[in-house]
């Protein structure tokens, strides 16, 4: 079964907190994607990284960073947490733009 | 980037086929047109997709109008288990981006 994981379903964090969201996929994906969904407001694309070590900006990539060091893996990083970060997070990968992509669980984060 | 506009929300009679429409008046001649769904609590999940030709799988068929303005998913016989929050959005090389909208929440009725 092909396959996306998240490092967490749920996690907790202060704000200030630096926080790490992991991702990782075992179908030698090239593309890779971030979103957050809130309530009536859809998923929203945060970053998205086309190749190790490259990346572009979604529609809300203000407070994010990502890094992908290897394929499989995709990192969304939080540089100081802040409330209006609670959200659902959810990560995606695909071969390319005429395939099918395949998500993960979600991590529901709550910042307090 | 090429938008696609939907319904908010849609109700449909279990047992009944459903149709869903997708407008994306501005489609480049590249574009994929892709469906996803999303049940609750869960993350999204691929329906079907196609660039110019009808398509069927086991999940549903889409239908692409000639012009390729608009586009409907159809789920033939809709179970309660199709509840869900159902994604059109156009893909195309060289732009990689997978952009979803807020969809259409679809409530099957018993």
């Known amino acids: 079964d092909v396959k996306v994981t998240q490092s967490s379903r749920y996690l907790v964090k202060r704000t200030g907190e630096k926080v790490f969201l992991e991702c990782v996929q075992d179908?030698?994906?090239?593309?890779m994607f971030w979103y957050r969904q809130d309530p009536g407001l859809g998923l929203r694309l945060i970053y998205f990284s086309y190749d190790v070590k490259m990346k572009e900006k979604g529609d809300i990539p203000e407070g994010y960073s990502v890094s992908r060091e290897k394929k499989e893996r995709f990192s969304l990083i939080l540089e100081s947490a802040s409330t209006n970060q609670t959200s659902m997070y959810l990560c995606a990968s695909r071969t390319a733009h005429n395939t099918e992509a395949f998500f993960g669980q979600g991590t529901r984060l709550t910042v307090v | 980037d090429a938008k696609t506009t939907q319904p908010n929300s849609m109700e449909s009679n279990e047992e009944e086929p459903v149709h869903l429409p997708c407008n994306h008046s501005t489609i480049s001649g590249t574009d994929y047109i892709h469906w996803y769904r999303q049940l609750p609590s869960q993350g999204p999940e691929y329906v079907i997709h196609?660039?110019?030709s009808n398509v069927n799988n086991r999940m549903a068929s889409l239908a692409i109008a000639e012009d390729r303005k608009s586009s409907t998913l159809i789920l033939h016989r809709a179970t309660l288990r199709d509840a869900a929050v159902y994604y059109c959005i156009l893909s195309n090389f060289g732009n990689e981006k997978l952009t979803f909208g807020t969809g259409t929440r679809l409530t099957i009725i018993p």
């Open positions: 179908m030698d994906h090239e593309n």
């Open positions: 196609g660039l110019t």
